[in-house]
């Protein structure tokens, strides 16, 4: 897949998550609903049967969503997700190319370098975006990735589609239109949310 303008993904989303926002305006979503897995796989940390599921739909060349992870999501992982209390679910909602091809070259690669490709985009957002091709190609060579095999990750439309139909599945069926938005046990949080809310969220769904 080309990244040029042509290739936008169905028009560009704007990027409405707001620093420091946190919202639970709208209707919660039943959490059977959200657990069902896209096509593509689920791409997740922490144990299957843990009592809370959070899911993060975030973009790779999303500011906030970068941000969230430097902040937040650390002291999540430290206090939450390592000490196997909740599952943590990353879905892409890619609102470009630059994010769109990101997420290709993470799903394209061996399933245990998902997460260290989606942490080095985060950690080096501002470096790689000022030339993504070549920035994300560099990324990739972290995960063993060649020239070919990272051209032809980002030729995959099956791969392209199903990051895509994830996305369009978030807007249409769980109104997700801000990134980052959360969903724990189907309770809904946008913006970057703060160590502290979500610690009111999840301590009382744990007992």
């Given at each position: 897949m080309t990244i040029n303008r042509r290739t936008l993904i169905r028009g560009a989303v704007a990027i409405a998550g707001i620093a420091g926002l946190s919202r639970t305006s709208l209707a919660d979503i039943d959490p059977a609903k959200l657990n069902e897995p896209p096509a593509?796989?689920?791409?997740?940390?922490?144990?299957?049967?843990?009592?809370?599921?959070?899911?993060?739909?975030?973009s790779a060349s999303c500011p906030h969503c970068a941000n969230f992870y430097k902040t937040t999501f650390k002291e999540l992982k430290k206090d939450y997700i390592d000490t196997g209390k909740i599952r943590f679910v990353f879905r892409e909602f890619p609102h470009n190319d630059a994010a769109l091809a990101g997420f290709m070259i993470a799903r394209c690669a061996p399933k245990e370098k998902y997460f260290p490709l989606v942490d080095t985009m985060f950690e080096t957002q501002d470096a790689?975006?000022?030339?993504?091709?070549?920035?994300?190609?560099?990324?990739?060579?972290?995960?063993?990735f060649t020239q070919a095999s990272f051209d032809e990750c980002l030729k995959n439309e099956t791969?392209?589609?199903?990051?895509i139909a994830i996305r369009d599945r978030a807007e249409s069926e769980f109104e997700v239109h801000g990134i980052p938005s959360f969903f724990v046990n189907g309770k809904v949080l946008t913006g970057e949310t703060t160590i502290d809310k979500f610690k009111e969220i999840i301590d009382p769904l744990l007992t």
């Open positions: 593509l796989g689920e791409m997740s940390m922490g144990p299957d049967d843990a009592k809370v599921t959070v899911i993060e739909y975030a790689w975006l000022q030339s993504p091709r070549d920035g994300l190609f560099r990324i990739a060579q972290l995960a063993g791969v392209a589609k199903g990051i």
